[in-house]
């Protein structure tokens, strides 16, 4: 912000308090009004069920049975086209190798690639990786922002201009931009936070490594972010882990469902994969593993023993809004569509459990147990309520980020390096099957006015 910016702020401070007085004024619809025109707030019915708005094969989130036609509550299952996730993560531990990619090709293709066919996929991923020639000095460098997802944002709009036909909304244009930015956006992501750090603390030091074309897309990204570029292979697998459970999320959340809705318009690609990634910035979709690092720091530095009595009361402080932020809520617990689990917490806390074992961290990892279990008989017995209420997989995230010496600023983008994947699959299906424009209905609520001139007013 220069000289002149910051005056002008100065300046227009408090008339801009005025005009937010009378903006709020004017802009408020009373809840009554959206009961009187069933209006489905957040499209969500009164039971919390998304409204249908669309039809996908890419992803499936099930949290609900049919059984003897009482819709109940069931364990949850992510499945990625038709492929239980649970079983695309054990396959490739079992095997010994990196999954995120092979689930990449998966959720564009819909198949299983063959050996052949994900080697070369992977050997093309890692072609693409490289960045457009002094795109790092130009873009990167220049203008560093504070804000991880902002600088995401503003490099995927200028790789627009890097593109000789950007605009070309084809199919095999739209993959083979899809297939950059899948490559490229682990770099950027990395590649900004480096020069982040280097502007805005007081680290000295400018590494910037090059990506290694044998390495997979989790190896690269701590290559990258590494000084010494070194690290276990149970953290490279814990980190392949976490992209496979974040690569995509059914059709409806809030940053696919912005692909959705951008794509149909007829944009290009990059302008769609921004819109996506604005979406995702939001606290209330991508940045919730952070509040969970920020709570349990909170509960660490206010809880000395330990016990589980005194972390139980703890958290009853947190929800009466005595404690932490104080808006009663504990983070990374419970979730909008899952009921009884979130299966990529479960897969997770397996992994989070390991990597706390290597990292001699078992006691904090023993103490997120007890704020988990704690929380969920806390918020029953609140709400009055049979069903369970258990962690979702920004619980552990952030916890394994963090084990992984991850800055917590890299988290969301973390987040976006892995559901670009499925941005990208739903931009194509969309191309292919949506046809029409996405726009939904809304109802004018304010009554007719007659125009008064200015010097009646």
């Not at 203008?143 to 902002?150: C, R």
């Not at 921004?274 to 809880?303: F, R, T």
Request: proline share 4%.
């Amino acid at each position: 912000m220069d000289f002149n910016e910051a005056n002008l702020i100065v300046k227009y401070s408090h008339r801009i308090s005025e005009l937010t007085k009378i903006a709020a004024a004017n802009n408020n619809i009373e809840n009554e009004m959206y009961e009187k025109y069933e209006v489905k707030r957040g499209l969500r019915d009164k039971n919390g069920k998304g409204v249908v708005c669309g039809l996908t094969e890419i992803s499936e989130v099930t949290s609900w049975e049919n059984i003897d036609g009482v819709r109940t509550p069931v364990p949850g299952v992510l499945c990625y086209r038709g492929y239980n996730v649970k079983d695309i993560v054990r396959n490739c531990v079992e095997e010994n190798r990196f999954g995120f990619e092979e689930t990449v090709y998966l959720l564009l293709f819909g198949k299983l690639p063959s050996d052949k066919e994900l080697n070369d996929f992977t050997e093309m991923l890692s072609e693409f990786r490289v960045l457009p020639r002094n795109f790092v000095r130009d873009v990167i460098m220049k203008s560093p922002s504070k804000d991880m997802m902002n600088m995401l944002a503003k490099c995927v709009l200028n790789l627009y201009s890097y593109d000789p036909d950007p605009d070309n909304v084809s199919l095999s244009n739209v993959l083979r931009q899809g297939l950059q930015l899948i490559a490229q956006l682990p770099m950027i992501s990395a590649y900004s936070y480096r020069a982040y750090r280097y502007y805005n603390t007081n680290d000295g030091s400018l590494v910037i490594h090059k990506p290694v074309a044998e390495y997979s897309t989790a190896q690269n990204v701590l290559h990258i972010l590494r000084k010494d570029s070194s690290f276990t292979d149970l953290e490279a697998k814990v980190l392949d882990v976490c992209l496979i459970l974040h690569a995509d999320h059914g059709g409806g959340n809030a940053s696919t469902f912005t692909t959705h809705l951008a794509t149909s318009t007829g944009t290009d690609t990059y302008s769609a994969m921004a819109a996506s990634l604005g979406s995702l910035k939001g606290p209330k979709h991508g940045g919730a593993n952070i509040k969970v690092m920020h709570m349990l720091e909170n509960i660490k530095e206010n809880v000395k023993k330990r016990t589980e009595s005194n972390v139980y009361d703890y958290v009853r402080k947190i929800l009466a809004k005595k404690a932490f932020d104080r808006t009663g809520l504990v983070y990374g617990i419970g979730h909008a569509v899952y009921t009884v689990s979130d299966p990529r917490a479960e897969v997770l806390k397996v992994y989070a459990g390991k990597l706390a074992e290597e990292k001699g961290l078992e006691e904090e990892f023993e103490l997120y147990n007890t704020v988990a279990k704690a929380a969920s008989e806390l918020i029953c017995q609140q709400k009055n309520i049979d069903k369970p209420v258990n962690p979702n997989v920004d619980f552990y995230s952030g916890f394994v980020y963090s084990m992984l010496n991850l800055p917590d600023a890299l988290y969301t983008p973390l987040f976006a390096v892995a559901r670009i994947a499925g941005w990208c699959a739903h931009r194509m299906e969309e191309l292919v099957s949506g046809g029409k424009i996405i726009r939904p209905a809304y109802e004018c609520v304010i009554d007719r006015r007659e125009y008064i001139p200015i010097a009646k007013r």
